[in-house]
């Protein structure tokens, strides 16, 4: 028998941010890993937050669900916003992650480079992403 070598998208965001919590928790071996207030409350850019076992300051996660039919893509605009907002959380990061269902997209994984390398040599938080979706 043939195993998948991908699973569907979350139907919803609120899934999709537990299991961004659930994954990221068991990679930076971190029981205390948190969802970011609730529905509705400014967050700061992050939906997810931890310590990373060796680690000694936090870690964020904006996740972003997009869904399966319409192929919506993650946007320039949103990373820009996002960033901006997460210069706010405190205590401040050290590593920011996106997580999304997006499909991969060479422009998205440009910009975040750039900004990534924009961020160490200004002393912020680094920026990261990741592709959850089933063409990573």
């Not at 919590?21 to 967050?43: A, D, F, H, P, Y």
């Not at 996660?61 to 893509?73: A, F, P, R």
């Amino acid at each position: 028998m043939k195993i998948s070598q991908s699973l569907p998208r979350p139907e919803n965001w609120q899934d999709f941010e537990s299991l961004c919590k659930k994954l990221w928790g068991e990679i930076w071996s971190c029981t205390e890993i948190k969802k970011n207030g609730r529905s509705g409350q400014n967050q700061a850019g992050i939906d997810v937050y931890g310590i990373p076992k060796g680690e000694t300051s936090y870690f964020g996660i904006q996740c972003k669900g997009k869904d399966e039919y319409t192929n919506k893509q993650l946007l320039e605009k949103e990373i820009h916003e996002e960033i901006e907002k997460a210069k706010s959380f405190e205590p401040s990061l050290k590593k920011m992650y996106f997580a999304t269902t997006a499909v991969k997209d060479v422009v998205i994984e440009t910009l975040i480079r750039k900004k990534n390398i924009e961020h160490i040599k200004n002393g912020l938080f680094e920026v990261h992403l990741v592709f959850m979706g089933r063409y990573y």
